[in-house]
């Protein structure tokens, strides 16, 4: 089992639905990472938060929009997506406060776009 | 068995042989590198990492070798089993920021 928990695991929804990914980690991690990864293929990094604030965005389109409530939470709302964002969205975290930490990865959001 | 792992090949070795997950990457001034192991339907599990001041790391049943002259990182595995059946991607961190790039990734399949 991760310490990194995604719900929910799988995720069908359409075109014009609003929905949101969940992540939680208790690692006392101030780190936390989205990444999408389509079948076959290697996670790309979407998001990083640090200290509870965006320091990254890969130009991702808009119609993701990620949210840190606090530092165990991290969440990605979804709105008007496409059939192509159909993927598996990975959350992960890591220490931040020491150089050069692995980071530790939820098992995923399966996300079909109808 | 020996792979190298650019486009997402396969890498078929016997259980009980050592394998050998070569990965090219692509940055000369990334200094810290992951091996990740991904089974069907789960997220990367870490398996070991290595800074770019060290050239070899070992763990239990696995060995990171790191040659920066060719930006070249290996993954062995010693005596393999059928659970390390799975796909390894090896990840670089490009210095001075919080990305985490992926390799490619490379199956490998255990058979008995």
């Known amino acids: 089992d991760t310490e990194v928990t995604q719900t929910p695991k799988h995720l069908v929804m359409g075109m014009t639905n609003k929905k949101s990914l969940k992540c939680e980690q208790h690692m006392g991690h101030r780190a936390m990472y989205w990444y999408k990864q389509k079948a076959k293929k290697p996670p790309e990094l979407m998001f990083v938060y640090s200290y509870e604030k965006l320091s990254i965005n890969e130009s991702v389109p808009s119609r993701f929009s990620p949210e840190c409530p606090n530092s165990s939470l991290l969440n990605l709302h979804l709105h008007a997506l496409q059939p192509e964002d159909s993927a598996l969205y990975l959350c992960?975290?890591?220490?931040?406060?020491?150089?050069?930490?692995?980071?530790?990865f939820g098992n995923g959001t399966r996300l079909t776009v109808t | 068995g020996e792979s190298v792992g650019l486009h997402l090949p396969t890498l078929s070795v016997q259980e009980g042989d050592n394998s050998i997950i070569n990965c090219a990457y692509s940055n000369s001034a990334s200094d810290y590198f992951i091996w990740y192991k991904q089974e069907s339907g789960k997220g990367p599990q870490f398996i070991i990492d290595i800074r770019s001041n060290m050239d070899k790391r070992q763990g239990q049943r696995v060995t990171v070798l790191l040659n920066k002259t060719v930006k070249h990182l290996s993954l062995q595995i010693a005596a393999t089993q059928p659970g390390d059946s799975a796909v390894y991607f090896c990840?670089?961190?490009?210095?001075?920021?919080?990305?985490?790039?992926f390799g490619t990734g490379t199956r490998l399949q255990v058979f008995p």
């Open positions: 992960a975290s890591s220490q931040y406060d020491r150089d050069n930490s692995p980071l530790h």
């Open positions: 990840a670089e961190n490009r210095p001075n920021t919080d990305k985490l790039i």
